[in-house]
């Protein structure tokens, strides 16, 4: 069984600083998919990483797929309030692509 | 989170009851996940069905739960007898396609059983 696992589980910051959090797994994984949830509401897809190496932006967020497709990484910058949620990493496990999430990273902000 | 649709948003049950979530996917969307979530806690995978087939059920308790995805309607997932254990936010998501992992959720169930 493939394992998704994020670390730090647990991260509470000043606004304005900037933070990684990391998703990683023994396992070679075809791509990776980061979500965000908010208190109380679904997960959010913001981005699929798909190719060893791929690095994708999404405004402040930066995104890394590692070389050997084993590993993902995210990276705030300039954190604000409106960044706080829970982080989620997601990939698809064996032939039959079953989605596997982490636990994930619950991000706070504080102003 | 558009186009998956979830209800109830919120469902009481007594101890005993049974419990039936439903979900729609996305319009064009063949591939239906299942997951549970507890307070402060991530996602958990359940069941993963396409049309009419259950794909992976390797997630469900054995006993009291199943799930269906049949060729009309939404999804459903069906809690019988309910426990105060089984009190959690249930997630649906669907996907387009096996080949296309990229998931996207509706708002969730919140099952509190009493």
């Known amino acids: 069984t493939q394992l998704l696992e994020q670390s730090p589980q647990f991260l509470s910051i000043q606004e304005g600083e900037n933070l990684t959090v990391y998703c990683n797994s023994s396992?070679?994984?075809?791509?990776l998919q980061w979500y965000r949830q908010e208190p109380g509401e679904g997960p959010v897809l913001l981005v699929t990483?798909?190719?060893?190496?791929e690095v994708k932006k999404l405004k402040r967020l930066t995104f890394q797929f590692g070389d050997a497709r084993k590993d993902s990484s995210l990276h705030i910058t300039a954190a604000q309030p409106g960044d706080t949620g829970l982080y989620l990493c997601?990939?698809?496990?064996?032939?039959?692509?079953?989605?596997?999430f982490g636990k994930g990273t619950r991000l706070h902000i504080l102003p | 989170n558009a186009g998956v649709m979830q209800n109830p948003r919120h469902l009481v049950r007594r101890r005993g009851q049974e419990a039936r979530l439903r979900c729609s996917p996305m319009?064009?969307?063949?591939?239906v996940y299942w997951y549970r979530q507890l307070p402060e806690e991530g996602l958990k995978f359940m069941v993963y069905?396409?049309?009419?087939?259950?794909?992976?059920e390797s997630g469900m308790p054995k006993e009291r739960f199943s799930a269906e995805f049949p060729k009309e309607g939404p999804s459903i997932l069906r809690i019988q007898q309910v426990v105060r254990g089984d009190s959690a936010a249930y997630f649906c998501?669907?996907?387009?396609?096996?080949?296309?992992?990229?998931?996207?959720f509706g708002q969730g169930t919140r099952l509190t059983v009493v």
């Open positions: 998501a669907s996907s387009h396609n096996a080949a296309n992992t990229e998931a996207f």
């Open positions: 396992s070679v994984f075809s791509s």
């Open positions: 990483v798909v190719t060893g190496g």
């Open positions: 997601a990939g698809a496990e064996g032939g039959d692509d079953k989605i596997i």
């Open positions: 319009k064009g969307h063949s591939h």
């Open positions: 069905l396409q049309k009419e087939n259950i794909i992976d």
